[in-house]
């Protein structure tokens, strides 16, 4: 792929192009895609869509580093134990698992030959889509890798923060504030929001009663530094535009 035949797309925006320019771009010269999957739940003093913009603005960021298109997104998920908190949803598994098989079918119909899924939402979504990636890959012969960015980039929380996160803690707040600071309403932060996830078989409640959920007791405390964000947010998007660009060339390399 030239360089020139890159900068002669206008956009990678999928919704922002014509038929006719779709024809001339997928796959002659554009052969993935990027697409950013969420759900709309309680994350502390973070957005209730913050696993929508995550991926969203990661797609955004990676799209031109790995030559992918970046799909609309699937905001509405499958959300689990806080779909209880105002503003919340949760799409009942056997839909949300229908539609986004249609959705994958489609883009792999569309001539897509890479499905990258950037899943911004853990719970029992990961689950899910780790099985139709297999399942879809399996019927349309398209190459599905699946993304759940903050657990691949568990190490990076460590080296940039010094601990580990949580959800709605440190990383992922921080991932929001460098999208735009704005998103943060700081001035409703308490540490008390904060519970850490109980280990397996000692408890759980349902509503969970935080919706910041730290992964290990004590650590993982949104500290709302600007900077750390930044450079959080850039090694994310680097590490996990590497696990894009090395998957595909062993894929290539394997003929598969
Ligand atoms: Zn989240």
Same mark, same amino acid.
């Given at each position: =792929?030239?360089?020139?035949?890159?900068?002669?797309?206008?956009?990678?925006? =999928?919704?922002?192009? !014509?038929?006719?320019?779709?024809?001339?771009?997928?796959?002659? &010269?554009?052969?993935?895609?990027?697409?950013?999957?969420?759900?709309?739940e309680p994350h502390g003093v973070a957005p209730n869509?913050t696993?929508?913009?995550?991926?969203?603005? #990661?797609?955004?960021?990676?799209?031109?580093?790995?030559?992918? #298109?970046?799909?609309?997104?699937?905001?509405?998920?499958?959300?689990? =134990?806080l779909?209880?908190y105002p503003g919340?949803?949760?799409?009942?598994?056997?839909?949300?698992?229908? @539609?986004?098989?249609?959705?994958?079918?489609?883009?792999? &119909? !569309?001539?897509?030959? !890479?499905?990258?899924?950037?899943?911004?939402?853990?719970?029992?979504?990961?689950? *899910?889509?780790?099985?139709?990636?297999?399942?879809?890959?399996?019927?349309?012969?398209?190459? *599905?890798?699946?993304?759940?960015?903050?657990? @691949?980039?568990?190490?990076?929380?460590?080296?940039?923060f010094?601990e580990?996160g949580g959800h709605a803690a440190e990383n992922e707040t921080a991932y929001i504030l460098a999208?735009d600071p704005a998103l943060v309403q700081k001035a409703h932060y308490k540490s008390e929001m904060a519970t850490a *996830?109980?280990?397996? !078989?000692?408890?759980?409640?349902?509503?969970?009663p935080s919706t910041i959920m730290l @992964?290990?007791?004590g650590q993982g405390y949104p500290k709302f530094d600007p900077?750390k964000a930044?450079? @959080?947010?850039?090694?994310?998007?680097?590490?996990?535009?590497?696990? *894009?660009?090395?998957?595909?060339?062993?894929?290539? =390399?394997?003929?598969?």
């Amino acid at each position: =792929m030239s360089t020139a035949k890159k900068s002669a797309l206008r956009t990678r925006d =999928m919704e922002c192009i !014509n038929w006719i320019e779709f024809r001339e771009w997928v796959p002659a &010269k554009i052969d993935t895609v990027l697409l950013p999957l969420g759900t709309l739940e309680p994350h502390g003093v973070a957005p209730n869509g913050t696993d929508i913009l995550a991926p969203v603005a #990661m797609a955004r960021e990676i799209a031109p580093r790995v030559n992918a #298109m970046v799909a609309p997104a699937v905001p509405y998920g499958f959300t689990g =134990m806080l779909d209880a908190y105002p503003g919340s949803f949760t799409i009942p598994e056997e839909a949300f698992r229908s @539609y986004v098989r249609a959705v994958l079918t489609g883009l792999a &119909k !569309n001539k897509f030959k !890479n499905i990258i899924l950037l899943n911004g939402h853990g719970g029992g979504q990961t689950a *899910i889509l780790g099985a139709l990636a297999q399942e879809v890959g399996r019927d349309t012969g398209a190459r *599905i890798l699946v993304v759940n960015w903050w657990s @691949y980039c568990s190490d990076v929380t460590l080296e940039v923060f010094g601990e580990d996160g949580g959800h709605a803690a440190e990383n992922e707040t921080a991932y929001i504030l460098a999208i735009d600071p704005a998103l943060v309403q700081k001035a409703h932060y308490k540490s008390e929001m904060a519970t850490a *996830i109980p280990p397996p !078989n000692t408890w759980s409640a349902y509503p969970f009663p935080s919706t910041i959920m730290l @992964y290990k007791e004590g650590q993982g405390y949104p500290k709302f530094d600007p900077v750390k964000a930044k450079t @959080y947010f850039s090694k994310v998007n680097d590490k996990i535009a590497r696990l *894009i660009r090395e998957t595909i060339k062993k894929w290539d =390399m394997t003929g598969v």
